[in-house]
């Protein structure tokens, strides 16, 4: 029985440590949706779009830089569009937004001057379940004049309620948090991006 109870508990422990880094938080209708870059055909792009056709905001921004090789170069925010297109949704729905970061910090920097020609004030955020509370951090953290909402897209890549089973998962949360204390670090300037 007491195995049995620490086995449980040890398990609730690891559940919670996955189901921390994902949000989704209650909607409000916002200005914008952003979708973060980095993943053009996945997830993050069809709840983006899905919440864009339902009415939560007049438009649907996709970030992305560029992606191919050999000569041949596109825009991964295009190529977004395209896939959502593919997927039913109308194209006058987007706005692809070109941009090349490194890092989320990099893209939530890149994305003020943007936000401020849009004339937004409250934004719902986009991004991979793991990628979801940093992300909302960043954002709150180096945009703080505007009112971010977070949804973070389910991802096969990360289960939150069983991550510690598969050994990429594992790095991802490790990944996740390490990244998380480096952005507080960084945001009260002690530790340069560069950590990142």
């Given amino acids: 029985g007491l195995l049995l109870l620490a086995l449980v508990f040890h398990q609730s422990v690891l559940r919670s440590l996955g189901e921390f880094l994902v949000v989704s938080q209650p909607l409000e209708r916002a200005d914008v949706i952003y ?7 996945g997830p993050r792009v069809l709840l983006g779009a899905k919440l864009g056709a339902e009415g939560w ?28 297109v593919e997927h039913g949704f109308r194209r006058e729905l987007f706005n692809p937004v070109p941009l090349q970061a ?57 289960d939150p309620r069983a991550w510690w089973e598969n050994e990429a998962q594992r790095n991802l949360l490790f990944s996740e948090y390490e990244k998380s204390v480096a952005t507080v670090l960084i945001r009260f300037h002690l530790a340069s991006a560069d950590w990142l």
């Fill in 102 to 158: 490194s890092s989320t910090i990099d893209e939530a920097q890149a994305l003020l001057p943007i936000f401020h020609r849009a004339g937004a004030h409250r934004i719902i955020l986009v991004t991979s379940n793991f990628h979801s509370r940093r992300t909302l951090e960043v954002f709150r953290f180096f945009l703080p004049e505007f009112d971010f909402q977070m949804q973070g897209a389910p991802d096969p890549v990360f």
């Fill in 35 to 41: 979708v973060m870059a980095g993943d053009f055909w």
């Fill in 57 to 84: 905001a007049p438009q649907v921004m996709i970030g992305g830089g560029l992606y191919g090789g050999g000569g041949h170069y596109r825009e991964s925010s295009q190529l977004a569009v395209d896939f959502a």
